[in-house]
């Protein structure tokens, strides 16, 4: 019995290595290179509404930064953007 347990640890220690060794492994390789910046404009163009005096100072197809100034509310922002 004591054969079998000592080789069923070895093999339990065996099998952490291997996953430690493929951890370090996919450590190893060098990132990919980000893609390239695209031009990022200053506004989306619309006028903003009333409550809604605050900055847009870049965006994407998918995310939009502003900066919130005092004054504006949620009402505003969502009128100015959807």
């Not at 430690?20 to 200053?42: I, M, R, W």
């Amino acid at each position: 019995m004591r054969a079998r347990s000592s080789a069923a640890a070895r093999c339990r220690v065996g099998i952490v290595c291997a996953a430690l060794g493929a951890g370090l492994l996919g450590c190893a390789t060098p990132p990919s290179a980000p893609p390239a910046p695209t031009a990022v404009e200053a506004s989306v163009g619309l006028p903003p509404a009333a409550s809604s005096q605050g900055t847009v100072v870049g965006h994407n197809d998918r995310l939009l930064v502003y900066v919130w100034r005092d004054g504006d509310t949620l009402a505003g922002v969502a009128e100015r953007f959807l």
